[in-house]
C-alpha cells in the first residue's frame, strides 16, 4: 500500500466475497512490512498491526462477523509500503493458511559451473542458462580461499551472460570462484562453487649493458657515477647519422618484452631523445623514446655536466603517434637491438648504461624508484 502521491494519507483495497454462510471469520493477510491495517464489510470491521521482514501469513487479532451473500472486503492502510498480496477469511476455529510462499521463491543454483580457459593471464568461466523466468542477473565472486564471502569485496562481474572473465591475477595462484543467481526481487541462490589453478607464468630477463654494445657514428665507452655508459664525446653536424649502441641477443623464449633502460637526461631546454630499434614486433622500429621529464639539473641548460649526472632507471613509454609503446614481441631466438642518440647532444648530452627486456610485466630493475629526488 503505497502513497503515489505526496497528498495521499490512506491506501485501500476492494476484493469481492461471496460469503456461504453468516458468522465470525477470522482474517488472514499475507504481508510483507510493517503498519497498521483495518478489514472492513459493511458495518464490520476487524483491526490490527501487521509486522514481518518477508512474505508471511499473519492473523488479525479482531474476527470480521459477516452476513452470508456477496459483499465486498475493503482493506485500508496509512502505512506506506505495507505490501499485502494475499486474503483468507475462515470460520474454523484453529485453522490456518498452509499455502507455501510462492511469492518470493529463491533460484535455484547455478549448475554446469566449469573453467573453460586457464592460463597464466586469464580466467574464463561459463555455466548453464537458469530456468528461473524470474531471473534478473548472475554475480560472480572470486578470492584465494575456499571460504570466500560473496559480497562487495569479492564481487567480480555480474550481468546476464552465462560466463565471466577473471584476469589481472598472478600466475600461478589458486583461485576460487563463486556464482549465484538473483532474481528481479533481490533473492539471490545459494553459490555454485570451484577452484582453478592457473599456470606459473614462464619468464626470460635480458640484461644487454652498453659494455657489450657495438658502438658507431662517434659513440664512445665512458663511466659517470661509477656506471659504464655509452656517450657521445663531440657533437655532430644536424643531419649527420644518429650515432647508435647496438647489440645482438639470444631471446629464450617468444613472448613479449618490456624495454627499460638506465640512463642520465640532458636538460630542460633541449629535450633528450633516444631512438628504439628492434628486431620482431616493428612497433619498436624507430620508435623515439623521449627522457624523463621535467629534468632534474635545469641549471645545466648547455647538457649535464661530468661528475653532476643522475641516474634513472625507466621503462621505455613513447607517445609516438600511433599511441604508447613500451614493448616488443619477440620470437625465440637471435634477435637485435639498437639505441639511436642525437647527433648534436654533446659532450654533456644524455649517458646509456643498460638495456633490459623482461618478459615479466611486474619486473623493475635493481635499485628502481619511481620516486625521484628532483636536486635543483
Avoid at 219 to 228: D, F, N, R, V
Wanted: net charge neutral; charged share 20%.
Amino acid at each position: 500500500m503505497w502513497q503515489e502521491a505526496p497528498d495521499e494519507v490512506t491506501g485501500r483495497a476492494e476484493a469481492p466475497v461471496n460469503v456461504p454462510v453468516q458468522g465470525d471469520y477470522a482474517v488472514w493477510v499475507r504481508a510483507k512490512g510493517e503498519g497498521e491495517l483495518e478489514c472492513r464489510a459493511g458495518t464490520a470491521t476487524a483491526r490490527g498491526r501487521v509486522q514481518s521482514t518477508g512474505w508471511a501469513w499473519q492473523k488479525l487479532p479482531q474476527a470480521l462477523t459477516l452476513a452470508a451473500g456477496k459483499q465486498v472486503i475493503t482493506l485500508s492502510s496509512n502505512s506506506d509500503g505495507l505490501r499485502l498480496d494475499l486474503l483468507l477469511l475462515t470460520s474454523v476455529p484453529g485453522d490456518r493458511p498452509v499455502r507455501l510462499d510462492d511469492r518470493d521463491p529463491v533460484p535455484a543454483p547455478v549448475t554446469g559451473l566449469k573453467v573453460t580457459e586457464n592460463t597464466e593471464e586469464q580466467v574464463r568461466l561459463a555455466w548453464d542458462p537458469s530456468p528461473d523466468p524470474d531471473l534478473d542477473y548472475y554475480s560472480v565472486y572470486v578470492g584465494e580461499s575456499a571460504e570466500l564471502v560473496p559480497g562487495n569485496a569479492t564481487l567480480l562481474c555480474s550481468g546476464r551472460a552465462t560466463a565471466a572473465l577473471d584476469w589481472g591475477y598472478r600466475p600461478g595462484s589458486t583461485l576460487f570462484y563463486k556464482v549465484v543467481a538473483v532474481n528481479k526481487r533481490g533473492l539471490a541462490s545459494a553459490p555454485a562453487a570451484l577452484g582453478a589453478r592457473t599456470p606459473a607464468y614462464e619468464t626470460a630477463t635480458l640484461e644487454l649493458p652498453a659494455a657489450d654494445a657495438t658502438l658507431s657514428g662517434g659513440l664512445a665507452l665512458g663511466t659517470a657515477k661509477g656506471l659504464e655508459c655509452a656517450w657521445l664525446p663531440e657533437p655532430k653536424s644536424n643531419d649527420a647519422p644518429r650515432p647508435q649502441a647496438a647489440w645482438r641477443f639470444t631471446a629464450p623464449r617468444a613472448g613479449t618484452y618490456y624495454v627499460w633502460a638506465r640512463y642520465t637526461t640532458y636538460d630542460a631546454k633541449n629535450v633528450g631523445l633516444f631512438w628504439f630499434s628492434c628486431s620482431g614486433d616493428k612497433r619498436l622500429d624507430g620508435t623515439n623514446w623521449r627522457l624523463r621529464l621535467p629534468c632534474t639539473l635545469t641549471r645545466h641548460l648547455a647538457g649535464v655536466k661530468p661528475g653532476e649526472e643522475t641516474w634513472f632507471s625507466d621503462k621505455m613509454l613513447s607517445a609516438y603517434w600511433a599511441g604508447p609503446i613500451d614493448c616488443v614481441t619477440l620470437p625465440a631466438g637471435e634477435q637485435t637491438l639498437s639505441v639511436g642518440f642525437s647527433p648534436t647532444q654533446a659532450p654533456n648530452g644524455p649517458r646509456l648504461a643498460t638495456v633490459w627486456l623482461s618478459s615479466d610485466p611486474s619486473w623493475r630493475p635493481p635499485g628502481f624508484d619511481p620516486r625521484v629526488d628532483f636536486v635543483k
